[in-house]
């Protein structure tokens, strides 16, 4: 059997219990999605070169998961970010945006992954999970992005005075 298939059968098996497993040790689905995709990702790239030591493949699973979780704490204390919060920057409404040039050509700037989330979360009013599942990314890309793209806006644009 190659190693994608086996890779394939072991996430098919344990990917939700170890998904479980980081969540409660971080506290955050998408996080724990993502570490838990990376969990398998170097499996595949190590597989080659795994050797058999008396314990189930499951061990050395779960051990990745355990550096991967301790890695991204450390990278989070060395890089401590705001958390993303949805009120944390305000929006001009929709009717606004349709009618100020220059936060039209503001939003133009962003880039396209940016321009998508902000439209699809403010005029269409869709969710983070719809919007990850339209752009394939995850809840937690799309969240990073939103924030990104928010903190630009902010940064740079100043509305049309009403006359």
């Known amino acids: 059997m190659n190693h994608q298939h086996r890779i394939a059968g072991l996430y098919d098996t344990h990917a939700e219990s170890l998904r479980r497993y980081i ?5 955050d689905h998408a996080l724990a999605e993502d570490l838990c995709n990376e969990v398998f990702l170097r499996m595949l790239e ?3 070169s795994y050797q058999e030591r008396g314990l189930p493949i ?22 401590p970010c705001s958390p993303l919060i949805d009120t944390e920057i305000a929006v001009p409404n929709a009717h606004l945006i ?3 040039d220059a936060f039209r050509t503001m939003l133009a700037t962003l880039n396209h992954e940016q321009r998508q989330v ?23 890309a799309v969240k990073q992005l939103k924030r990104r793209a928010l903190q630009q806006l902010k940064e740079h644009y100043k509305p049309a005075q009403s006359a």
Do not use: C, P, Q
């Open 98 to 100: 349709e009618s100020d």
């Open 46 to 48: 190590g597989l080659g």
């Open 118 to 140: 902000l439209l699809l979360r403010y005029r269409d009013d869709l969710t983070f999970a719809d919007i990850a599942k339209a752009l394939d990314r995850s809840e937690g």
């Open 23 to 27: 969540f409660r040790r971080v506290g």
């Open 58 to 79: 499951e061990a050395w699973m779960y051990r990745i998961a355990r550096d991967r979780i301790i890695d991204t704490y450390r990278w989070h204390n060395r890089h």
